[in-house]
């Protein structure tokens, strides 16, 4: 089994930045892709960033591109979301999510390619 633990969430003022920061543990050789999700108030979980294995190829949301990196340490078994430039609109609790499954082309920033989820990390980004 794999385990996920998010940390780095926290309150800013618009246009400032966060990091937030994914640790794996457990079976962590079984991981395919992982990726990063946001449920904002009253709204479903979407998908803002996702990688895959080597050679760590990325996909982002529209509202993420330009603003947000993604990025994986594979010694380390962790994975980062690096937020600039933040928006009220990117408040929302933001979930790492990983699949331990043969993966679809295409499915990159969909909830159902991932098995595996961490807690989430509250982000609240005020005006």
């Known amino acids: 089994q794999v385990r996920l633990v998010e940390s780095g969430g926290g309150s800013v003022q618009a246009g400032g930045s966060l990091r937030l920061s994914c640790a794996a543990s457990?079976?962590?050789?079984?991981?395919?892709?992982m990726g990063w999700f946001r449920r904002g108030p009253g709204m479903e979980r979407d998908g803002v960033a996702s990688?895959?294995?080597?050679?760590?190829?990325?996909w982002y949301a529209d509202s993420a591109k330009g603003r947000f990196t993604i990025v994986k340490d594979n010694a380390k078994n962790t994975m980062d979301l690096q937020m600039n430039s933040l928006k009220p609109e990117d408040t929302g609790l933001y979930y790492c999510?990983?699949?331990?499954?043969?993966?679809?082309?295409?499915?990159?920033?969909?909830?159902?390619?991932?098995?595996?989820w961490g807690q989430g990390t509250q982000v609240t980004v005020s005006s």
């Open positions: 457990g079976d962590t050789d079984s991981v395919n892709f």
């Open positions: 990688i895959s294995p080597e050679p760590l190829r990325t």
């Open positions: 999510a990983a699949s331990t499954w043969p993966f679809r082309s295409g499915w990159y920033l969909r909830e159902v390619a991932y098995n595996v």
